[in-house]
């Protein structure tokens, strides 16, 4: 098994705290990105696009567990989504992340700017009543191909609580829903 970031940054904590000829390093919180997430070059985020989301709180903290901060958060998105000509096809809000699914309305509709605004936005109001921190620096995006279905990987983000263990069935959690239909219709033949 190869060791990953966090273990060889904490053999090397190690390593110097033994030499103590240079000062300890500092580790990130585990479950921290340490590394940016590269966007891809020749594609322009510009129109109908679907893409799938995921962004993460400050350092794991389980702030999604109040339905005043996820009510919260999801207005900001709402609105950077209406902004940017986006429908919110799904989401779901896990205790330490966000998962959105997401499509672009019109030839206008940029990625990049409801990715920024929509963390920016809910950032900054989370910040405002909290006086905390909401979000780690970047996030994962996933830009869906033509021929993958929208309703297969809105199922798949809204499973997420029961994958988890934080719920029986879909329907019993809080913190999932659609913008653009009601649940049941997107869960299907899924037991509700």
Not at 40 to 63: D, E, I, Q, V, W
Not at 122 to 145: D, H, I, M, N, S
Not at 149 to 167: D, F, H, M, T
């Amino acid at each position: 098994m190869e060791p990953t970031a966090y273990t060889v940054l904490k053999n090397a904590l190690g390593q110097h705290r033994a030499s103590r000829r240079t000062p300890a390093l500092r580790l990130p919180h585990r479950g921290t990105m340490t590394n940016r997430p590269h966007r891809l070059k020749t594609f322009s985020y510009l129109g109908c696009y679907r893409y799938s989301l995921t962004f993460c709180t400050n350092f794991r903290a389980h702030l999604f567990v109040d339905a005043q901060v996820v009510q919260l958060v999801l207005s900001h998105f709402l609105r950077a989504a209406s902004e940017e000509g986006f429908s919110l096809l799904a989401y779901c809000f896990m205790p330490d992340h966000v998962h959105l699914l997401v499509q672009g309305d019109s030839e206008w509709s940029d990625g990049r700017r409801l990715i920024k605004y929509g963390k920016q936005y809910a950032g900054y109001a989370y910040a405002a009543t909290y006086r905390r921190k909401l979000w780690q620096p970047w996030g994962f995006e996933r830009v869906l191909r033509e021929e993958e279905s929208s309703v297969i990987v809105a199922r798949y983000i809204l499973e997420n609580p029961v994958r988890a263990g934080l719920a029986r069935t879909v329907s019993e959690y809080p913190f999932v829903g659609s913008r653009l239909c009601e649940l049941k219709a997107l869960l299907g033949s899924l037991p509700t």
